[in-house]
């Protein structure tokens, strides 16, 4: 149990430290889809639920920086008889390519490593009963375009793809992947 703790401290501790050099930091909030597709689930289709995101960061260097955030997703089977709430703190490395010519746009790519508590619910009868909580650990990756709108504000579109998730609950390795917009502001 002290390791989970210590993995869930982690992200902030690593940010906290670093926030001293001033100028180089930055938060953000986001919305998208990203979140699990349930295996095992009833025909095995979702509805898309909002995820919602929100973190903070530090550049390292004019091409990489370090962000810490919390995300949070809900699925359900198409059937309406199981749903996932996942709450996902992750640590992620950013590297861009800086602007690309003259204008405000920017690619950059995502190694993430999160931990992500999951609680599942039997929704069968209309009621939210709990049929337990879990925890995982994963690696995602992701890539997108960021716009530099000016000094202090930027935009980002990307997609995010779990590349390595251990089992949760009846589930075999969950598919989590999806699309996000952030808008961040820098300080």
Do not use: C
């Not at 095995?44 to 004019?62: A, H, M, R, V």
């Not at 204008?103 to 190694?111: I, K, M, S, Y």
């Amino acid at each position: 149990m002290k390791s989970l703790r210590l993995l869930t401290l982690a992200p902030l501790t690593i940010l906290s430290l670093s926030a001293n050099a001033a100028g180089n930091n930055y938060f953000y909030a986001g919305a998208g889809n990203v979140g699990f597709d349930i295996k095992g689930a009833e025909d095995n289709k979702i509805y898309d639920n909002p995820s919602f995101t929100i973190g903070g960061g530090q550049y390292l260097s004019e091409h990489f920086s370090i962000e810490g955030f919390y995300r949070y997703s809900n699925a359900t089977d198409s059937a309406s008889t199981y749903e996932v709430d996942a709450h996902q703190l992750g640590l992620s490395f950013i590297a861009t390519t800086g602007p690309l010519g003259d204008t405000p746009l920017e690619l950059f790519a995502r190694g993430t490593g999160a931990y992500t508590i999951v609680k599942g619910k039997d929704i069968t009868d209309g009621d939210r009963k709990s049929v337990g909580d879990d925890s995982t650990t994963g690696l995602n990756i992701g890539g997108g375009l960021q716009w530099n709108m000016n000094a202090d504000f930027w935009l980002r579109a990307e997609y995010i793809y779990n590349v390595v998730m251990s089992d949760i609950n009846d589930f075999d390795t969950p598919d989590y992947s999806g699309a996000q917009i952030t808008i961040g502001k820098r300080f």
